[in-house]
């Protein structure tokens, strides 16, 4: 592979093999290169206009099998192709008056006449009197039944193995199911803290109440987005899993539904309150959920309605899909609810529907709103939810080095950067993510207990090693020059890399920082706590409006570092951040300075980086 490198670059690039920038004495840590445009040259230009990127549609739900087009569309590729010519005609605006021409009749319908259903933005004025091609009712894969068991006993919060589905043998099942029960008890397993057993995130690894050791905020006040750090204490951290945290590397972090927004679900579909705790026997006949990973089969698990709306089903993260719609159609007792629910998962519908689904994301709690009539059962929506997924935080420190002393203990730590990501919401304005704001919930009451001054504060986080699936982690070597490039809350993994290598002797020659910022005097993350020489390895880069600049235009700038470091024995370029604007201006500009420093064409300098990514010395993790 590095063949071919060397020889794309022999035919480009006489003359300009790339040398080490020009060193200070041995004893300094050279500082980041600058351009031949000096920096006072720079500060003296007028404000660039740039120019806006064109409004992308969400991607969230695109589809990339054909499993996924039916869980989206409720249709098979087979019927959305027969149905769909892909020539964009279901978004004609002349479509109504064709359709009349050719004698299709239409209705008026009466639309709910509630805030949630107006945030919808559906754009229906009438709806066809016969609608064709409308989705099948979903297939129900979960079923609640309630289980009989002394009231005084606690209830069940641990789950239970699938002990088989034979409908000839239930009361057996049952039988063996309660008497399991009365061995649990609330002080064995608190799903207040983490999610039941069931909830597995990847054997043999299962998910551990790590304690916030300490949290703060990293940004200042006015920041557009706010970031939080915490350090969470994993000395107790079951040892039998047998994979160590790395630098650069990874957690999985089972974050819950909002309780506030469990309840909601609850209490519009008008779920009893003594019912939402109870013991309940929970069968599925086919799949993975409730848990994430694991085999698809069926199961039998005793547990209770608030912990499977919990912990399993996310109810805020996606648009409704098909199936979910054609289930709240069939349970609508109002006419009109009914006849709109039906016409988007209709043929005729389709355009509203593709529409709708790019908009931004909506609630389950928003669609019951907009729909009040729609009251299916809870275990038919279980099998219509997408499953909440586990969301995945790189670690901002060096695992191996973070130790404190305390209560007689040495206590082992891990850091985290956590940037809360807020949506429109059609009630509150807006709302944060699943995973960003239960990190936002859980900072907030630490800090609260810590101005009470409690003398142990007892918030958790639920979380599970085990997958390392950050390449940060896996592309980490000791030694070679090594440039990180990252915006926002990405540079956070990076801080683990300098605060190792500036540990190791002869290695604060090899390492440098770009640092993209929106304003350095409220988003800047960890300033001071690079280690030393962070001052000559870190460049800070801010894009505030009319006095900055972007982090990829800062990598053209630093030109002869990059191609020095890519070109060097085990140089390595990170790019850590989100792939729209910086991923993808990043990707560009290592293009172009592919282009410049090694005389390639452009589609020459594609494949360079490329071949560079191939031998992992270039690893970009971008989202």
């Given at each position: 592979m590095a063949s071919q490198v060397d020889r794309l670059l022999a035919e480009h690039s006489a003359g300009s093999i790339p040398e080490e920038p020009q060193a200070a004495p041995s004893s300094?840590?050279?500082?980041?290169?600058?351009?031949?445009?000096?920096?006072?040259?720079?500060?003296?230009?007028?404000?660039?206009?740039?120019?806006?990127?064109?409004?992308?549609?969400?991607?969230?739900?695109?589809?990339?099998?054909?499993?996924?087009?039916?869980?989206?569309?409720?249709?098979?590729?087979?019927?959305?192709?027969?149905?769909?010519?892909?020539?964009?005609?279901?978004?004609?605006?002349?479509?109504?008056?064709?359709?009349?021409?050719?004698g299709i009749q239409y209705e008026p319908v009466l639309f709910p006449d509630n805030d949630a259903y107006r945030s919808l933005l559906l754009k229906i004025d009438e709806i066809p009197t016969q609608l064709n091609n409308i989705s099948d009712l979903p297939e129900q894969t979960v079923f609640l039944q309630p289980l009989r068991r002394p009231s005084s006993l606690p209830s069940p919060t641990e789950s239970l193995t699938s002990i088989g589905s034979d409908p000839n043998n239930t009361c057996a099942v049952v039988n063996e199911l309660e008497n399991k029960v009365e061995n649990l008890t609330v002080e064995d397993f608190d799903t207040k803290i983490q999610p039941p057993l069931y909830v597995q995130p990847h054997p043999p690894h299962h998910v551990f109440p790590a304690r916030i050791h300490n949290t703060r905020e990293l940004t200042g006040p006015g920041a557009e987005k706010r970031t939080f750090h915490f350090d969470l204490d994993i000395t107790d951290y079951p040892e039998a899993e047998g994979v160590d945290f790395k630098v650069g590397g990874a957690i999985g972090v089972s974050a819950p539904n909002e309780d506030s927004m469990v309840d909601e679900v609850f209490d519009l579909l008008l779920v009893p309150r003594f019912l939402r705790d109870r013991p309940v026997l929970?069968?599925?006949?086919?799949?993975?959920?409730?848990?994430?990973?694991?085999?698809?089969?069926?199961?039998?698990?005793?547990?209770?309605?608030?912990?499977?709306?919990?912990?399993?089903?996310?109810?805020?993260?996606?648009?409704?899909?098909?199936?979910?719609?054609?289930?709240?159609?069939?349970?609508?007792?109002?006419?009109?609810?009914?006849?709109?629910?039906?016409?988007?998962?209709?043929?005729?519908?389709?355009?509203?529907?593709?529409?709708?689904?790019?908009?931004?994301?909506?609630t389950l709690a928003q669609m019951l709103h907009a729909f009040p009539s729609a009251r299916p059962p809870l275990d038919l929506l279980f099998s219509v939810l997408p499953p909440l997924m586990p969301r995945f935080y790189s670690l901002s420190n060096d695992p191996h080095e973070s130790f404190e002393q305390r209560d007689g203990k040495q206590h082992r730590l891990i850091e985290i950067a956590v940037t809360v990501h807020e949506t429109s919401d059609w009630k509150t304005g807006s709302r944060a993510g699943i995973g960003s704001g239960f990190f936002q919930r859980q900072a907030l009451r630490f800090l609260k207990a810590q101005e009470k001054d409690e003398k142990q504060i007892d918030v958790y986080i639920p979380m599970f090693k085990g997958l390392m699936a950050n390449p940060l982690a896996k592309q980490f070597v000791s030694d070679g020059p090594m440039l990180l490039i990252g915006a926002g809350v990405g540079i956070a993994p990076f801080r683990g890399f300098v605060q190792r290598r500036l540990k190791t002797a002869n290695c604060a020659n090899k390492v440098w920082v770009l640092q993209g910022i929106r304003d350095s005097l409220v988003d800047e993350l960890y300033s001071g706590e690079w280690g030393v020489h962070e001052d000559e390895v870190k460049k800070v880069v801010q894009s505030r409006r009319g006095v900055g600049r972007y982090v990829q235009e800062e990598v053209k700038h630093q030109a002869d570092l990059v191609w020095y470091i890519i070109n060097s024995v085990d140089g390595r370029v990170f790019v850590c951040g989100s792939t729209r604007g910086m991923g993808e201006g990043v990707e560009k500009a290592l293009i172009e300075v592919a282009m410049e420093k090694g005389n390639l064409e452009r589609e020459e300098a594609r494949q360079f980086w490329e071949l560079k990514r191939e031998v992992g010395q270039y690893i970009a993790e971008t989202w």
């Open positions: 300094v840590a050279p500082s980041l290169t600058y351009s031949s445009e000096s920096a006072d040259e720079q500060d003296m230009e007028e404000p660039r206009q740039i120019e806006p990127r064109p409004r992308r549609a969400s991607t969230r739900l695109i589809a990339q099998s054909p499993a996924d087009v039916q869980r989206i569309t409720g249709e098979t590729t087979t019927q959305l192709i027969k149905r769909c010519c892909g020539g964009g005609c279901c978004l004609d605006v002349d479509a109504k008056k064709k359709n009349i021409a050719k929970m069968r599925t006949t086919k799949g993975r959920w409730p848990t994430v990973w694991g085999k698809d089969q069926a199961r039998e698990i005793v547990t209770t309605r608030r912990d499977l709306l919990t912990w399993c089903s996310d109810i805020q993260s996606y648009p409704p899909t098909k199936p979910l719609l054609r289930v709240l159609a069939k349970y609508a007792t109002d006419r009109n609810e009914r006849r709109i629910l039906q016409f988007l998962c209709a043929g005729e519908g389709q355009g509203v529907f593709c529409d709708f689904r790019t908009g931004p994301h909506v």
